[in-house]
């Protein structure tokens, strides 16, 4: 951490849930988060549209507290269109037309159980049920996929993913694409249950994302340990 920074009034002032800011604390002030802060602030300052807002960039932490996570499932980073990313991966706001791979998983959950497509791509429903929305990239610029890859978020969820890998209460993870699978390599999947499939993407979804059966294999494991499903429908 920078000197001349005081630690806790720094953590106090970040807006993340409580449960979240107590096992991430030291990734708050580390060097590479100040520096990435420092990053978005600079780009802000020279005009650069950065998506989602800034009371954004944690939600999926915010809306799924730590102790409630029973379902992970990875993005790589926001969209990147207007009015799009809201801190949630896959999920769009309220009358925001769908994207590409959201219409994909709406249709492998009605594959897999039945359930109609959802007119909104509002995912937060399931984020309040303990499905973690993570993307590994919380930030982009306007236009520009992948713009702010490399820049700190990585080591950040990575971090997050470790702190739920240590948990005892078993977890899934949907990993989608090679991305997410080699990014959450390192789960215990003799603990938790990790489950893999082609992105949803219209380039890859026909590949065995459709019939993957995640949705129902998550919620068999859940109810195996004892936990209380995941009502997918929204």
């Known amino acids: 951490?920078?000197?001349?920074?005081?630690?806790?009034?720094?953590?106090?002032?970040?807006?993340?849930?409580?449960?979240?800011?107590?096992?991430?604390?030291?990734?708050?002030?580390?060097?590479?988060?100040?520096?990435l802060?420092?990053?978005?602030?600079?780009?802000?300052?020279?005009?650069?549209?950065?998506?989602?807002?800034?009371?954004?960039?944690?939600?999926?932490?915010?809306?799924?507290?730590?102790?409630?996570v029973k379902v992970v499932i990875l993005g790589q980073d926001p969209y990147h269109g207007d009015g799009q990313a809201h801190g949630l991966s896959f999920s769009v706001p309220k009358g925001t037309p769908l994207p590409p791979s959201l219409v994909n998983i709406y249709k492998e959950l009605q594959n897999d159980l039945g359930i109609p497509p959802a007119k909104s791509g509002f995912l937060e429903k399931w984020a309040k049920q303990?499905?973690?929305?993570?993307?590994?990239?919380?930030?982009?610029?306007?236009?520009?996929?992948?713009?702010?890859?490399?820049?700190?978020?990585?080591?950040?969820?990575?971090?997050?993913?470790?702190?739920?890998?240590?948990?005892?209460?078993?977890?899934v993870f949907m990993l989608w694409g090679a991305y997410a699978q080699k990014k959450a390599s390192f789960v215990d999947s003799k603990k938790h249950l990790v489950l893999k499939a082609p992105h949803p993407s219209p380039l890859s979804a026909h590949r065995g994302f459709f019939g993957c059966k995640h949705f129902s294999k998550a919620n068999d494991f859940l109810r195996s340990k004892g936990l209380t499903p995941i009502d997918w429908e929204l």
């Open 130 to 171: 303990g499905v973690l929305l993570l993307n590994s990239v919380l930030t982009v610029e306007r236009a520009k996929a992948g713009s702010h890859a490399g820049k700190g978020w990585e080591k950040f969820t990575d971090a997050v993913i470790r702190v739920i890998n240590e948990q005892e209460t078993p977890v």
């Open 37 to 68: 802060k420092d990053f978005l602030l600079n780009e802000k300052k020279r005009g650069k549209y950065i998506f989602p807002k800034g009371s954004e960039y944690f939600n999926a932490l915010n809306t799924t507290p730590l102790s409630k």
């Open 1 to 35: 951490m920078q000197s001349g920074i005081n630690k806790k009034e720094y953590i106090d002032n970040i807006k993340i849930e409580d449960s979240w800011k107590t096992v991430l604390s030291y990734e708050f002030t580390s060097d590479y988060m100040i520096k």
